[in-house]
């Protein structure tokens, strides 16, 4: 497969980018700027909010992958997300397969009192970084793509050791390195799995 990678740069786009490769995909890297970016792969330097830029990476791909984070007070994600989304749509590409954190709930889930507490939290202590990745799913559940959203704890650093994705709630503690992450996304993007689903991982 040729799969876009957005984010390429960052700690879990790094890893998309070094499995994707193992896995013999031809990976095209997007990213802001890249430093030290030591993978022998096509690389795209742009800006996610424009079109242009975003269109030239996701160019004949079969599907793409976004592991962009959110800061604080900013929208970056949510805004970005949109600008792929129509990327996608006008050169028909289907497969789109982001991350975010355990935050993003459903209206009909219902929360164990330590994810409750989790997100308390962090609505006093990122509440833009919340909202960003609330809004990046709400775009992304009113696209007609086959879109997976793939949900996380806190990410680590920690070697791969196998993941757990499914419909299951997160507890406060719990964590999952970015290299299980990583493999996820790249088996549901190849396996077609979790279709319009946002699967929890850990």
């Known amino acids: 497969m040729k799969i876009a990678v957005f984010g390429a740069d960052g700690r879990t786009g790094r890893e998309l980018v070094k499995q994707g490769m193992e896995r013999n995909h031809e990976i095209v890297a997007f990213d802001r700027d890249f430093e030290d970016f030591e993978f022998d792969t096509e690389k795209v330097e742009g800006d996610a909010l424009d079109y242009n830029d975003v269109e030239e990476a996701i160019d004949s791909c079969d599907a793409v992958l976004s592991g962009l984070a959110s800061y604080e007070g900013g929208n970056i994600v949510s805004n970005a997300t949109k600008t792929i989304l129509k ?40 509440p833009g970084i919340l909202e960003d990745g609330k809004r990046m799913v709400r775009n992304i559940q009113n696209s007609d793509l086959d879109w997976t959203v793939v949900r996380a704890p806190r990410l680590t650093m920690g070697p791969m050791e196998g993941y757990e994705l499914g419909d299951f709630q997160l507890g406060f503690i719990e964590s999952v390195s970015r290299a299980d992450v990583a493999a996820a996304m790249l088996d549901v993007a190849e396996n077609d799995e979790f279709i319009q689903e946002m699967p929890m991982i850990k």
């Open 87 to 126: 990327a996608m749509d006008e050169h028909d590409i289907d497969r789109y397969v982001v991350l975010t954190g355990a935050g993003a709930k459903l209206e009909t889930e219902r929360e164990r009192i330590d994810g409750k507490m989790m997100n308390t939290l962090l609505k006093l202590l990122q």
